[in-house]
Nanobody, 124 residues
Framework: QVQLVESGGGLVQAGGSLRLSCAASGHSISNYVMGWFRQAPGKEREFVAAISWSGGGTRYADSVKGRFTTSRDNAGNMVYLQMNSLKPEDTAVYYC?????????????????WGQGTQITVSS
């Protein structure tokens, strides 16, 4: 079992930046693809970003490409999401997730463990 806890959410003005952290416990995340998803009110949970086991590979949703960067620290069992140039449409609850898949996965169903989420609100 992997327990995930996100932190770093909050209220920010459009154009601002935030850094989310995801702390894992219970098991090393070094063999897990780690992903970030978000869910806005009344919408489906959607893929945001993911990073491979080693951190050498990443993938991003088109809506955040060039603005968001995900990274990981396997020794510290941590994953990060740096969010720059935030827009009001980025407002959502952001979730960290772990997948046992061997390649980067973008589908929610490929992820085995989820955090409780952290709220990001971007004001215009």
């Amino acid at each position: 079992q992997v327990q995930l806890v996100e932190s770093g959410g909050g209220l920010v003005q459009a154009g601002g930046s935030l850094r989310l952290s995801c702390a894992a416990s219970g098991h090393s995340i070094s063999n897990y693809v780690m992903g970030w998803f978000r869910q806005a009110p009344g919408k489906e949970r959607e893929f945001v970003a993911a990073i491979s086991w080693s951190g050498g590979g990443t993938r991003y949703a088109d809506s955040v490409k060039g603005r968001f960067t995900t990274s990981r620290d396997n020794a510290g069992n941590m994953v990060y999401l740096q969010m720059n140039s935030l827009k009001p449409e980025d407002t959502a609850v952001y979730y960290c997730a772990a997948s046992g898949a061997r390649i980067i996965a973008t589908m929610k169903s490929r992820y085995d463990y989820w955090g409780q989420g952290t709220q990001i609100t971007v004001s215009s």
